[in-house]
């Protein structure tokens, strides 16, 4: 069964930091880009930032653009999500997803056919 | 505010067919492709449609999305108590440095 599982949120403080992971199996992980989608509470979803399946690249939304790092081990079939610096804001359900179709790029205009179940984020004081 | 626009809300009857419109521009949906995810309550986002008008597998064919212009949408036809959810519409937009861009969201609720 094709499955991702996130763990490593928490509650944290403004200014700190916070290391995501999303484990995946059932599938060839290298073979895939994958994503970071957070939803605030009570909001809508927003795509966070990709890495291509090799992990040779890395996109970012505006929003955490030089806070957050995306990175990948393929020998542990992990992703992760390094958050620095973070603010109120920034407080949503992490997702972990994975893009429908196998490519070493990423291009944006895949789907995203397997979600984790997500991992909270509050960054409160 | 959302890049693609969403009706926050719609409903309908058992049986019946219901529509959810996602508006856009020329920079995402007017030169790309677009997917929707369903998001039952306390769940996380499930594909439901990808390419425009394609369906996964396992996904009834009660699901069907088109895009005509800067514009697309859902329709749930023979709608069920179970499809009471959220959904999302979501494009690549080629503006400034790129980005995967959703709607808001619109929350069906089945009467």
């Known amino acids: 069964e094709v499955q991702l599982l996130e763990s490593g949120g928490g509650l944290v403080q403004p200014g700190g930091s916070l290391r995501l992971s999303c484990a995946a199996s059932?599938?060839?992980?290298?073979?895939?880009?994958m994503s970071w989608v957070r939803q605030a509470p009570g909001k809508g979803l927003e795509w966070v930032s990709a890495?291509?399946?090799?992990?040779?690249?890395?996109y970012y939304a505006d929003s955490v653009k030089g806070r957050f790092t995306i990175s990948r081990d393929n020998s542990k079939n992990t992703l992760y999500l390094q958050m620095n610096s973070l603010r109120a804001e920034d407080t949503a359900v992490y997702y972990c997803?994975?893009?429908?179709?196998?490519?070493?790029?990423?291009?944006?205009?895949?789907?995203?056919?397997?979600w984790g179940q997500g991992t909270m984020v509050t960054v409160s004081s | 505010q959302s890049v693609l626009t969403q009706p926050p809300s719609a409903s309908g009857t058992p049986g019946q067919r219901v529509t959810i419109s996602c508006s856009g521009s020329?920079?995402?949906?007017?030169?790309?492709?677009v997917n929707w995810y369903q998001q039952l309550p306390g769940t996380a986002p499930k594909l439901l449609i990808y390419?425009?008008?394609q369906r996964p597998s396992g996904v009834p064919d009660r699901f069907s999305g088109s895009k005509s212009g800067t514009s697309a949408s859902l329709a749930i036809s023979g709608l069920q108590s179970e499809d009471e959810a959220d959904y999302y519409c979501?494009?690549?937009?080629?503006?400034?440095?790129?980005?995967?861009?959703f709607g808001g969201g619109t929350k069906l609720t089945v009467l």
């Open positions: 997803a994975k893009d429908l179709t196998p490519n070493d790029f990423w291009s944006g205009h895949d789907a995203f056919d397997i």
């Open positions: 059932g599938f060839t992980f290298s073979s895939y880009a």
């Open positions: 890495i291509s399946g090799s992990g040779g690249s890395t």
């Open positions: 020329s920079s995402n949906i007017g030169s790309n492709t």
């Open positions: 390419s425009n008008n």
């Open positions: 979501a494009a690549w937009d080629d503006s400034l440095n790129g980005s995967v861009v």
